[in-house]
């Protein structure tokens, strides 16, 4: 049985939530494995715009099991929100079908002001984070000041936890001129959130094991993008969890073998939200009519985002790092009308040209991308279905991707829409190699 991981080629926002729910019919579990309510994956259903942060995308299907892996940090009160937002949709989130691992990370209430004195201290060097205090809740995870989700279940245990917490950072806020937290105040909020939360509570890693051993398949639903990642993206201009494959396993206590398949998901072009180096970033009208057509605006913060040209030194770098088996391509709609379109196959760095993704960020801000043109798609490709009814100039861009990056597209989105996609069921099929799962 096929387990697929989806997996963001570029810095977040590729479109992963509107592709992991075309996919999701397809499988019988859906789970997160790193990030937290910083992710905003949007989903159209019936003409509804969602966006789900914390929750795996997968939820919107009723029949379907979600899990939090323990690679996520967890705010409760995001958890609880994002719960009772689906159910004004008419969605009802119960324990049976969500699940939340005992050893994820939880998000206090001291993390969002950590992560604004630090953003605050970097001045102009500022990382732009979401503010959401994921930075801070996996520094206390590294550093082993972490509270866990299994710890909101003792109450002993979470009382000495905080205390031992705020002991040092409340000396560290009224550095900074701000009041300190109240051990049991926070205490009392967080035994609370505990106890709703208990039943959602599960040893993830066992669970998935037993699923699978069952015969049950997993689409692992990756948050952020490869280039976000905290080892592998352009540090320090990232997140600060494992987005990339080797994630899963860390992130959900699965042993390497399990994730049988990937599918990067990656943009026409290129965005990131947020400060850090971005080399085909366009910082003009074509820039801005990129932005206004594809609608860039964050899905979790609605701040705008910065577009640029498709940027296939990125992407193959990232297509390497994952094992990308195959791409699902998304928004080429949004660069019809243009009178000429570009993408990236090379930088030029001292008067050499480099293909390899370079890990040094001041060596990327200095880098000159070398662009191939391609001429404008006549027509409209917006909501098309069928392959046969693409523009040649459009197939020969695909093609010219697929070259460049060593990876075939097996899924074309045309639109927002579940049904705007073009999809050719043989080189996916030759992927995830289960003939007998229908897809949406
Ligand atoms: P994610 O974080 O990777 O799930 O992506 P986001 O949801 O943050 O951003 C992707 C945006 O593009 C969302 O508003 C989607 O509805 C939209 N979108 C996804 N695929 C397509 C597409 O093929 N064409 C157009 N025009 N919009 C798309
Ligand atoms: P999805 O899953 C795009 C960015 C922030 C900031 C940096 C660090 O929707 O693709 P953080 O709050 O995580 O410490 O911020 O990472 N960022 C994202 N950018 N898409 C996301 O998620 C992102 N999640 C975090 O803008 O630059
Ligand atoms: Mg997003």
Known sequence: MTNLLIIGTQWGDEGKGKIVDFLVPAFDIIARYQGGHNAGHTVYLDGHKIVLHLIPSGILHPDKICL????????PQAFFQEIDNLKTLGIQVTPNRLLVSRSAQVIMPYHPLLEKIAEESRGQKKIGTTLRGIGPCYEDKAARWGIRVGDLLE?????EKIQDNLSLKNKYFEAFGYPPFKVESIFEDYQVLGEKMAPYVADISVYIDEQIR??????????????????HGTYPFVTSSSCTAGGVCTGLGVN???????LGITKAY???VGSGPFPTELQDETGAMIARSGDEFGATTGRPRRCGWFDAVAVRYACR????????????DVLEGLPEIKACYAYRYKGTLIKEFPSDPWILERVEPEYRSFPRWPGSIHRLKDFSLLPASFIDYCKWLEDTLEVKIGLIST????EDIIYNQEKFQKIIGDKDRALA
Do not use: C, M, W, Y
């Open 321 to 332: 790092i994952n094992g990308v088996d195959l791409l699902a391509l998304t928004k080429p």
């Open 68 to 75: 939090i892996g323990n690679g996520l940090v967890v705010s």
């Open 270 to 272: 290129a965005t990131r």
């Open 155 to 159: 109450p002993e245990i979470l009382r």
């Open 256 to 262: 390497p073998k399990l994730v049988k398949a990937v």
């Open 214 to 231: 069952a015969g049950k398949s997993v689409l692992f639903e990756g948050a952020q993008g490869t280039l976000l990642d905290v080892d």
């Open 415 to 418: 639109g927002v829409n579940r």
